[in-house]
């Protein structure tokens, strides 16, 4: 049977280009044993899939999270009409396996029960992007109550669960955003005590009214200039995780940008910043517990969660260049 | 009796000026109970001093540690003809007194004994910069065997000492220096496995041919561009120290420059950075290993300690900018 897939042709520079992807029609093989085949309905746009083009060697199926329901099984694990989530990308039909070598394109596993809640959710709040924010900052930040936290990107996948985790850990929460749509949705629906839009506010000036005692954890998923400003505004022993560098996606990894250094705010308030990789909690067990918590909060309302939804396969695109331009409020999926 | 200190009157405006300063001559009160009288025989100048500046009310006595011997005595910790590190500064004779609420003025050790050594190593490798190298790299850049360990400012008092403690270590040591005389120093006298003056090299290619295989520790003396360079250059799970920002401190704080964004590589590999200051570590049993370590290291000849001695009392002040300009190899001291 015929399925159609997106290949990235090019090495992006800057802002990814249309004619930077090719959408490829091809023949699937039958299945082998332990292969199954999956008709895809939800797939997710994410900033990595912009900052991993150089590392990878072109041509390139574009990977990224996405579920589908299974239509052929060799795998009794699998069974028709199972619900599936993998790492297989812009397609609309794919063949999976589990445990390749290739540790993405082997990634595979069931959806857990979602009592009701969007299978899309698999790709988004109850998928990498919820794992990324409950572990990163949980473990990264190890937030106190009472404690301030400040997070970049706020109304993003990543960030809006960050905010709402630390809300529920009894922290005052800060976010920055993009739009002023996007501050009145982080103040009014997810109960962030201040957000600021970084385009129009005074970064430093809001900063210090928004927090007079200083910011004890800062989650960060844009980096340069900001980063420095909320840097500078921590206290004694502050953590700060760093998710990302949005910020810096589009540019030449030789020609980042600068930004005011951080080093005199790091010795004097003697903070600790980590970067990291949420691969580094997939273990096969820290998935599924984090997977648990998220959606017991999610059906207590206690995490609220919004998807920017585009309709349609050869929509992808758009989504993608969408949502690195901010224009998603809360996770950018694209229903197929 | 007389004693002359020297009181700084201006916050500094860039490099400290001659004129910042005003030596002053002043009474000495009688002893109290609990107090003695010093005479100062060593006097250190640190990076740091130029650093607190402007968090400092001024006018203030310009601190800093110096050690000096016991002129009189209402203490019997600390007999007539004891030596003793006092956090007193820059001043000929000074009243101390242990545990002040200000923990620096109250700060006073009796030197342990350095069998031969000279005192003035209580102000430097045996002292608080010596401890700084100790936990700062041991502590916080866990340095296995076989690793690739990069230090800044390798040439000063602290650098010189973590790259020696890095070799000890079993890793591969490499550091930037500001001047082939000391690059000289460090590869044939310290026993770097490369040096590298950061003025005349182009540091980025100089670090990919002396690190082909990345860097996993990074102990940052100077912050600035260079860190960015290097941060660039590690290896995942990377951990980088930063014991200070000297590139920045003559800087006005609003006005800190840029230097290359750290985010992306923070990310991507995974690094850790933690600033510190080594009063963490003073917990009044952690110094004394320390210096009991760097003291065995020192006899046994493992590692090797290079002063420039500044002579003469009137002549701290020059000595100050003399190491903030970098024109020491090792240690800075005065001898009164």
Known sequence: MKAKKYVVKNYFKGLPKREDYELVEYELPPLQDGEILIKTEWISVDPYLRAYNSSNKIPYDQFGFQVGTVQESKNPKFPVGAKVVTHKGWCDYTIAKEGLEDRFSGYIYKLPNLDGLSPSLAIGAIGMPGITAYYGFLDIC????????????????VGSIVGQIAKIKGCKVIGFAGSDDKVQWLEEELGFDKAINYKTADVSKALKEAAPNGVDCYFDNVGGEISSIIINQMNTYGRVSVCGSISAYNEDASKL???????????????SVRGFLIWEWFDGKKEVEAIAQLTQWIKSGQIKVKEHVTKGFENLFDAF???????NTGKAVVKV
Chains 1, 2 share one sequence.
Request: proline fraction near 8%; charge should be positive.
């Open 257 to 271: 940008p600068k930004a005011t250094i951080l080093q005199p705010a790091l010795v004097f308030k003697q903070i």
């Open 142 to 157: 190890k937030p106190k109550a009472g404690e301030t936290v400040v997070v970049t990107g706020a109304a993003g996948a």
């Open 321 to 327: 260049i969408g949502m690195l331009a901010g224009e």
